[in-house]
T-cell receptor, first 114, second 115 residues
């Protein structure tokens, strides 16, 4: 399966600290996406990184991709209590019929203490 | 746009009853996806549609599950008969196209409890 696996499963930090979450996967991908899920809500897309990109930034988010190691990381700098959520990586590769369907990992649960 | 709309938000039913979950995708989106989320199995893709046509239903766990998309603005996921192990949060998501640049927009989910 090309399903991404996030690490750690849970992360607890203090406000102002940086949070780093990792995602590993098994097969070649076309792109990798990170999503966020607040408690009781649906997933929200955060950032997409293509397989030919190594790093991407969006506000306080920094995503890296190492295709040789089949891994990605999501860094949230200067975390806030409002960043408390679960974070999922989704790997994208061609599926049957030529569609590109993201496959989600199990997520990292992040708690930021005020 | 109001985003992806799902109803009901919560459903509690008894084993053996029929359950129907509803989804309205974002207007203009060609793709619609149904997911199931549990602690044990994470987020699983059940089925997806392209322009109202089911493309891949290999994730549908059993014949008790069925999904339809009669038009571009409405889809249902039906479980008949329901069982306690079907208890989960069911998400509907849509995407504009299916290029590598497209991302998915999720609804708020339906939390299903089967007693």
């Amino acid at each position: 399966s090309q399903q991404g696996e996030e690490d750690p499963q849970a992360l607890s930090i203090q406000e102002g600290e940086n949070a780093t979450m990792n995602c590993s996967y098994k097969t070649s991908i076309n792109n990798l996406q990170w999503y966020r899920q607040n408690s009781g809500r649906g997933l929200v897309h955060l950032i997409l990184i293509r397989s030919n990109e190594r790093e991407k930034h969006s506000g306080r988010l920094r995503v890296t991709l190492d295709t040789s190691k089949k891994s990605s990381s999501l860094l949230i700098t200067a975390s806030r209590a409002a960043d408390t959520a679960s974070y999922f990586c989704a790997t994208v590769a061609p599926a049957s019929g030529g569609s590109y369907i993201p496959t989600f990992g199990r997520g990292t649960s992040l708690i930021v203490h005020p | 746009d109001a985003g992806v709309i799902q109803s009901p938000r919560h459903e509690v039913t008894e084993m053996g009853q029929e359950v129907t979950l509803r989804c309205k995708p974002i207007s203009g989106h060609d793709y619609l996806f149904w997911y199931r989320q549990t602690m044990m199995r994470g987020l699983e893709l059940l089925i997806y549609f392209n322009n109202n046509v089911p493309i891949d239903d290999s994730g549908m766990p059993e014949d008790r599950f069925s999904a339809k998309m009669p038009n571009a603005s409405f889809s249902t996921l039906k479980i008949q008969p329901s069982e306690p192990r079907d208890s989960a949060v069911y998400f509907c998501a849509s995407s504009l196209r299916n290029t590598l640049a497209d991302t998915q927009y999720f609804g708020p989910g339906t939390r299903l409890t089967v007693l």
